[in-house]
């Protein structure tokens, strides 16, 4: 297995806007290396409490042993994030009254783990599963989902303008034989659309609408922040970094709406909108400082929204 390794993402501005207070919960839904989770928890000791949650294994063993010294104000779950309400629940929490954190994406490890299948940087099966206890993986979607669901995936998840030519050329091939692997998806990429002089790789689109697929990522971030903003009390703040344009539009869409003052037509005499409930701190997103991106190139796409409760 590889080393469990990954940069974290805009840290001190993530950690700064969180507003990280003794005494009190926060809860960071995506810990990955935990390299967020460390610097609040040093903050937040020796009265505040962590909860940390990750889907991958990986993550859970590598933040477990980085947050060690850490123990007794952290609570360590493996989960999906869109489990936080039963979460909280489980745990007898009311309120998340300091703040949450979602650094979306995938982290360093699972992109080049060869394991994990997510890119086509090395040769591996095609997988792409943050929780490899989900039974769906791209190697399914790629062999047996209908050729205009793939046409879709890869048009309005990847934002490829050649999904329906590299749709059509997939169902033509998996008739003869599987495409199993990241190098097999990646060729067969290459050889169907026009290489024109881009900066990226010709098969980052596809590979990115598969994975948004596999793991119902834009979903699960939709559903969750409309749940999530209702389990902060007072004050608190939520902070999410996003990676693409469609996440962040998410990101921005929620906390507009959350933010918005009364839509109600002049004709209306009671609101029936309610008074808003988020106030956005970061009128525009903060992304990384030319240093940060020269170090982790990686980190160049990063955008970071924040904003806190306010009733
Ligand atoms: C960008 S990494 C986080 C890195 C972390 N902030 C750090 O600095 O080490 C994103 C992590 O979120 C996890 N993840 C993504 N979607 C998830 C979901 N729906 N539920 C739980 N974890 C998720 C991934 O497994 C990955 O470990």
């Not at 000791?45 to 063993?61: E, K, S, V, W």
């Not at 988020?278 to 400082?289: A, M, R």
Request: positive net charge.
């Amino acid at each position: 297995m590889n080393e469990f390794t990954h940069k974290t993402v805009l840290l001190n501005e993530a950690v700064e806007l969180l507003d990280c207070r003794q005494g009190r919960l926060y809860i960071d839904a995506t810990a990955g290396g935990g390299g967020h989770s460390i610097e609040i928890a040093k903050r937040i000791a020796p009265d505040g409490r962590l909860i940390m949650l990750d889907a991958d294994p990986a993550a859970i063993q590598a933040c477990s042993a980085r947050l060690e010294e850490y123990k007794e104000i952290v609570t360590i779950i493996r989960s999906n994030y869109s489990r936080i309400p039963d979460i909280l629940k489980d745990l007898n929490i009311d309120k998340i009254d300091g703040g949450i954190l979602f650094d979306l994406g995938v982290s360093y490890y699972q992109l080049t783990s060869e394991e994990r299948g997510f890119s086509f940087q090395q040769e591996s099966r095609l997988d792409m599963r943050m929780d490899p206890d989900n039974p769906l993986t791209a190697y399914d979607i790629v062999n047996s989902w209908p050729e205009k669901e793939l046409q879709r995936i890869f048009h309005e998840l990847g934002e490829e303008r050649y999904s329906r030519r590299i749709a059509g050329k997939i169902a033509e091939i998996r008739k003869i034989k599987k495409i199993s692997t990241t190098k097999d998806l990646a060729d067969l990429v290459l050889k169907t659309i026009p290489r024109g002089g881009q900066k990226i790789h010709p098969a980052t689109r596809v590979f990115q609408g598969l994975r948004i697929a596999v793991n119902r990522e834009l979903e699960i971030i939709e559903e969750i922040l409309e749940k999530v903003v209702h389990l902060l009390a007072k004050n608190a703040r939520i902070v999410v970094i996003s990676f693409h344009s469609l996440e962040d539009r998410l990101v921005k869409n929620a906390f507009k709406s959350f933010s918005a003052r009364c839509t109600c037509p002049p004709e209306k005499i009671v609101c029936e909108c309610g008074p808003p409930i988020l106030k956005v701190i970061t009128k525009k997103p903060v992304t990384p400082s030319a240093g940060e991106v020269k170090e982790n190139p990686p980190s160049r796409s990063a955008k970071l929204r924040a904003a806190e409760k306010i009733t």
